[in-house]
């Protein structure tokens, strides 16, 4: 298997979709109840602004790192 990069915003996001998932079986089971959108979109909307801050991040380093690289190479 050939390596890949490591993404964060990937497994923010899925970490993020899981709890959703376990959220809605919660809501499934009548454990906790999700009807109200003033209780589920704030959780959503976090999540993936959670996940876009953390792809900005990690490619805000990636470019500092690639710009270190190549000034260590002159």
């Given at each position: 298997?050939?390596?890949?990069?490591?993404?964060?915003?990937?497994?923010?996001?899925?970490?993020?979709?899981?709890?959703?998932?376990?959220?809605?079986?919660?809501d499934a089971s009548g454990v906790w109840d999700l009807s109200r959108?003033?209780?589920?979109?704030?959780?959503?909307?976090?999540?993936?602004?959670?996940?876009?801050?953390?792809?900005?991040?990690?490619?805000?380093?990636?470019?500092?790192?690639?710009?270190?690289?190549?000034?260590?190479?002159?």
């Amino acid at each position: 298997m050939r390596r890949h990069r490591f993404e964060p915003a990937a497994l923010v996001m899925g970490l993020v979709l899981i709890t959703l998932a376990v959220f809605f079986l919660l809501d499934a089971s009548g454990v906790w109840d999700l009807s109200r959108p003033r209780e589920t979109v704030p959780i959503v909307v976090s999540g993936l602004a959670l996940a876009a801050v953390t792809a900005l991040v990690t490619q805000a380093v990636r470019i500092v790192r690639g710009r270190l690289r190549r000034r260590r190479r002159t």
